[in-house]
């Protein structure tokens, strides 16, 4: 089954305590992308990969890091996480044809991480 | 700048009547604009897209969306609506940041209310 796999699915943490949230797809698709989903702001992009090596920040990308070393695997990592990152993330991923933009485009979700830093 | 606009935060209608979902937007160059859907405690699940061709667009469910040029819109559409379209919706549109590179920009959502 064609899918998107985040973990973990809920988290509590604390206030400076490192941790990554996981994102794969068996889609083989090349672009990547993480968001956070805020009441009343909707999705925002943190970060994005258009394929191995290759990524960019969002218009979020503050206190978040990312790679992108296998096709497959996009983790998010909060090195140092604060309260103001509380939020739902969502890993999602598309195809795109080689050669650039004749991507059709839709992205494919995953079920989201709720991210609680106290 | 690019920018995607959902006017309603929330939509009610009545089961069996006709719904709207409002998108505008802002691109430079042609849009590739979606619609997702997002039911509790899911991801968001696509619904439908424009990139070229006939302005109203067919997806998933029995949802529609009508493209205007003119009116730099995207509006979501259904004949008949059903409580089980109860969700949240969203509007994006595809951002083309460099020649090489893209991302996408969501709108901020509309909840959908349908009253049985």
């Known amino acids: 089954e064609a899918q998107v796999t985040q973990n973990p699915r809920y988290l509590i943490t604390v206030t400076g305590k490192k941790l990554t949230v996981t994102c794969s797809q068996n889609m083989n698709h090349e672009y990547m992308s993480w968001y956070r989903q805020d009441p009343g702001l909707g999705l925002r992009q943190i970060y994005y990969s258009m394929n191995v090596e290759v990524t960019d920040k969002g218009d979020v990308p503050e206190g978040y890091k990312v790679s992108r070393k296998e096709k497959r695997n996009f983790p998010l990592i909060l090195e140092s996480p604060s309260p103001n990152q509380t939020s739902l993330y969502f890993c999602?991923?598309?195809?795109?044809?080689?050669?650039?933009?004749?991507?059709?485009?839709?992205?494919?979700f995953g079920e989201g991480s709720r991210l609680t830093v106290l | 700048a690019q920018s995607v606009a959902q006017p309603e935060d929330q939509v009610n209608v009545a089961e069996g009547n006709p719904l709207t979902v409002k998108c505008t937007y802002s691109?430079?160059?042609?849009?590739?604009l979606f619609w997702y859907v997002q039911y509790p405690n899911r991801g968001l699940q696509f619904l439908l897209k424009?990139?070229?061709?006939?302005?109203l667009v067919k997806g998933s469910y029995g949802f529609e969306a009508e493209f205007n040029k003119s009116q730099t819109s995207f509006h979501l559409k259904k004949p008949s609506a059903l409580v089980s379209d109860s969700a949240l919706y969203f509007c994006a549109v595809r951002d083309i940041v460099t020649s090489g590179t893209y991302k996408y920009i969501f709108g901020t959502g509309t909840r959908l209310k349908v009253l049985a």
């Open positions: 424009y990139i070229t061709g006939d302005n």
């Open positions: 999602a991923s598309s195809s795109y044809t080689s050669g650039g933009f004749l991507n059709t485009g839709e992205l494919f």
């Open positions: 691109v430079s160059g042609n849009p590739y």
